[in-house]
Nanobody, 131 residues
């Protein structure tokens, strides 16, 4: 059973930064891609970013490209989401997700942005950006 615990959310002014962390346990972290999704009130879940199992490839939603950076530390079983130049429209609950496929080899961003690619999800951390 995989457990994912997010942290790092909070309230920040527009233009500010936050770094989210997601600590994983229960499966060999270094063999699986990881993703971040978000959901704002009244809106559908939205892909934010993903990182391949090796860390060599990253994928981003157009809305966050150039502002957010996903990274992983396999020694700490943790994936991070550095969020800079935050905007009020970034306000949402952010959840990390664990890819269901061992060493997923897809090079297509659509694979990583599909929430069906992931089989475990964290509880989420609230990010609120004030204008």
């Amino acid at each position: 059973q995989v457990q994912l615990v997010e942290s790092g959310g909070g309230l920040v002014q527009a233009g500010g930064s936050l770094r989210l962390s997601c600590a994983a346990s229960g499966r060999t972290f270094s063999n699986y891609a990881m993703g971040w999704f978000r959901q704002a009130p009244g809106r559908e879940r939205e892909f934010v970013a993903a990182i391949s199992w090796s860390g060599a490839s990253t994928y981003y939603a157009d809305s966050v490209k150039g502002r957010f950076t996903i990274s992983r530390d396999n020694a700490k079983n943790t994936v991070y989401l550095q969020m800079n130049s935050l905007k009020p429209e970034d306000t949402a609950i952010y959840r990390c997700a664990f890819c269901r496929a061992y060493r997923a080899s897809s090079a297509f961003s659509n694979y990583y942005s599909d929430y069906g690619t992931y089989d475990y999800w964290g509880q989420g951390t609230q990010v609120t950006v004030s204008s």
